[in-house]
């Protein structure tokens, strides 16, 4: 890479940098006047506010990139442009594609970061998040409702209503079948620990259903072999969008093996493989906005197109995902085809640059 290049790609860089740091710290005010009105709640108290909001910033920052790589594209090249820096390097030989070299290596670094904030920081920053925040509230770990959540384990069906911050389930119960769709066996326990690759049940009351009736057994401990393990609760517990895809691939295969509904894991898979492509794509599409018919427009109209680009992405995108998951659309499909779009978009503009 020429120097020319070089400076080409540190001034969007920089440009990135500063858009995203203002737009993190617009988005963490409104996340923490939002929180003041759960101040209070339990042990919900100031510091464990700030401390949610410091493990919730990875998450931010991976949702913002793609909107802050287009406007600090945008603000970047359109720095260069307004100070003639751009006419003096094409009156000197650099081509558009030269430039347009220097802000794909932009793209390509902002892939990497969007991948290590996306699968290296952020999940366990989100989980250890959330942990505090309900630990805080309610004393326990935060499950799929306030009734607990339920699993399936081959003939077996699990209810699990609270998760305790040692990572206890509290209150089980399993209701186990036949291959006839007969209930079997129902077996109660306070509390379930895992050790040594399978759980250990306190307090356990069994009861067995057969002609001569129910039988009834109690017994102060017990073994419970499951493929539900302490990291496929956190999954349960913590939305897809934020875990990593490591974690997704397992769970969505403990789902298929389990003949339960995956397509909302299947998508969240799907647009973590996207998210960096789109962060490329929208640093793609700022160098049609500088050459193309915006070139003769003031910085500010630039931005404001670059602003209402990087919303209608976001939008689209958001919106063809709950659009796929109603109508059954293929995840790959329902994640990738807005990040299409905007790339064929980028492609035309940049043919018309050329």
């Not at 030989?93 to 290590?116: D, E, H, T």
């Not at 994640?335 to 050329?354: K, Q």
Request: charged share 15%.
């Amino acid at each position: 890479m020429g120097l020319l290049q070089r400076y080409i790609a540190k001034t969007i860089m920089m440009s990135t940098l500063l858009v995203l740091f203002i737009l993190l710290g617009l988005y963490t005010f409104m996340d923490f006047i939002g929180e003041l009105d759960d101040l209070g709640k339990g042990q919900y108290q100031l510091s464990t506010i700030l401390s949610y909001m410091a493990l919730s910033m990875p998450k931010r920052i991976y949702e913002l990139l793609p909107i802050a790589a287009l406007l600090g594209s945008v603000l970047g090249l359109g720095n260069l442009a307004s100070q003639s820096e751009l006419v003096a390097m094409r009156a000197a030989g650099v081509s558009v594609q030269q430039i347009n070299k220097a802000v794909m290596v932009v793209a390509l670094c902002l892939m990497i970061v969007a991948v290590f904030v996306g699968e290296v920081i952020r999940p366990p920053a989100e989980q250890k998040a959330r942990e505090i925040q309900s630990v805080a509230k309610t004393g326990t770990v935060g499950s799929r409702s306030d009734h607990g959540f339920w699993t399936r384990d081959g003939l077996h069906f699990n209810h699990i209503r609270q998760i305790l911050p040692d990572g206890r389930f509290a209150d089980i119960s399993i209701y186990e079948f036949d291959v006839n769709n007969q209930l079997r066996i129902i077996t109660k326990a306070k509390e379930a620990k895992y050790d040594n690759g399978s759980w250990t049940l306190t307090d356990v009351v069994q009861s067995t259903l057969d002609e001569r009736g129910v039988q009834i057994r109690t017994v102060e401990h017990a073994r419970w072999k499951s493929q539900l393990n302490p990291g496929m609760v956190n999954i349960v517990v913590v939305p897809p969008e934020f875990l990593p895809v490591w974690s997704l691939l397992s769970y969505i295969n403990y789902l298929e093996d389990n003949h339960q509904a995956a397509e909302q894991y299947k998508m969240a898979f799907w647009m973590k493989i996207m998210m960096p492509i789109s962060s490329a794509v929208m640093v793609f599409l700022a160098v049609p906005f500088i050459f193309g018919p915006l070139r003769s427009t003031p910085v500010g109209g630039r931005i404001l197109v670059g602003t209402l680009a990087g919303i209608g992405f976001h939008l689209f995108n958001q919106s063809f995902q709950h659009i796929g998951l109603v109508f059954g659309v293929l995840p790959w499909l329902s994640a990738g085809f807005p990040t299409f779009i905007f790339a064929i978009l980028g492609w035309y503009l940049m043919r018309r640059v050329h």
